[in-house]
């Protein structure tokens, strides 16, 4: 009698100790009835735990029965199987929760744990919904962007080619770096709407052809000779001595992801530095890389470097005026080839990027 006493003290305390969890707990009979409620499940529920002990749910929340809650619960309650979710529960007065929800079979019928996530979801919806607009936003205004400035490349580009004779070395220089601008700014207006276009539709539309990766790789390559020049960089490619084999590529993009990744690798290495590129076949496989002496990523950035819109806590130094979308838009353009894109970095000494995409 003494054990039974005291076995019995030992689960009046535990009980007495779910009344204290903020965390809700109930457990439902086999016959769908509140068998036991905490003070947290009763305030979930806007009610009190007498008006629920003993009561069937179908009878407390009208309609239950016909939620996906009450599927998993019966596929507990029947198949003896655990389940988690996330619920948004409507109350008979019309208003809304979010709750996630552990159930336990349990020889009673179902232990149901329960959390208020309401505010968390609220918090997610209104940081999506920002997205969506900050999105939208930055789509009409470049949009609205590259008409005028398309105009402004053309004036330019005339003025280049009409009287070259009437003007001096001053203003042919500051012709061209108006220009040089100019096309720099229509580039990046044309990458973001890009990147914006990718996460509406979830995919980047291709065009493919039988290639070789040389040829596209070459233009791009020399199209850093005179930046590497300036900053006294060491800049060499890498060929492969025998022809690597044709593949079916879209040439825009594959050339666009090769620009990107030589471009990061020629800004974020310092003067007197080495960039090099390099292009090969390794198995099934046709690989490309570039391999730099630059400033390096910091290890906290390297799970988020090719997220949209991000950018390292070092890159600003070398980079202010990034828009953070150009590692994006070469990891999509490189996926949707069905290849694989990645990178190797340490702080301070460099970084190499490559990609792979099938031979056949």
Partial sequence: MAKIKRSERILRSIVTSFD??????????????????????????????????????TEKYPEI??????????DCMENRVS???ENLFTFPDGSTGWFELRMEPVPEGVLILSLDITERKLAEERTKEV?????????????????????????????????????NESQKELLRVASKANLEVILRVGDLI???????????????????????????????????AVKKIEYRANYPTKPLPPVGIDRAKVGD???????????????????????????????????DSGIGIPKEDWPHIFQR???ASNAFTMRPDSSGVSLYLAKHYIEAHDGQIGFTSEE???????????AS
């Fill in 194 to 228: 890009e990147a914006l276009d990718i996460v509406e539709e979830g995919r980047v539309r291709i065009s493919k052809e039988q290639s070789q990766l040389e040829t596209v790789l070459r233009p791009v390559f020399d199209e850093f000779k005179n930046a590497c």
């Fill in 83 to 85: 389940h988690r979710l």
């Fill in 309 to 311: 819109f991000h950018r």
């Fill in 131 to 167: 997205n969506e607009l900050k999105d939208k936003f930055v789509k009409i205004v470049s949009h609205q962007l590259r008409t005028p400035l398309t105009a402004v490349r053309w004036n330019l580009e005339e003025l280049q080619s009409g009287s070259p004779d009437k003007m």
């Fill in 348 to 358: 301070g000494k460099g970084s190499t990027f490559w990609f792979e995409i099938p």
């Fill in 65 to 74: 029965e016909k939620t996906p809650m009450f599927k998993e619960l019966k």
């Fill in 257 to 291: 992801a090769m620009y990107k990744l030589i471009d990061n690798a020629v800004v974020y290495t310092k003067e007197g530095g080495k960039v090099s590129v390099k292009l090969q076949k390794v198995g099934d496989k046709c690989r490309f890389e570039v391999a």
């Fill in 20 to 57: 204290y969890m903020l965390e809700g707990c109930q457990i439902i009979s086999r016959d769908y009835r509140y068998l036991y409620a905490n003070d947290a499940v009763a305030k979930q529920g806007k009610t009190t735990k007498e008006e629920l002990l003993g009561t069937a749910m």
